[in-house]
């Protein structure tokens, strides 16, 4: 049958499990424009709804 030869060590498994989703941290975290508040880039901001410079969607309290 085929099978690997040998059992994959410890430090083997966890450098491939390095590279899932969530082993590291994401690229595309930027500080917004209009709030500085944490934000995913190419997104409208969640907390000020600013995009791009201006105000695509309403923020909470307006
Ligand atoms: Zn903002």
């Known amino acids: 049958m085929a099978n690997p030869k040998r059992k994959i060590s410890r430090s083997k498994r966890d450098m491939r499990r390095a590279h899932w989703m969530g082993g590291q941290t994401s690229h595309n975290i930027i500080a917004c424009d209009n709030c500085g508040e944490k934000m995913i880039s190419h997104r409208a901001c969640p907390s000020c709804g600013h995009y791009r410079g201006k ?4 923020p909470q309290n307006s």
């Open 55 to 58: 105000s695509v969607i309403n």
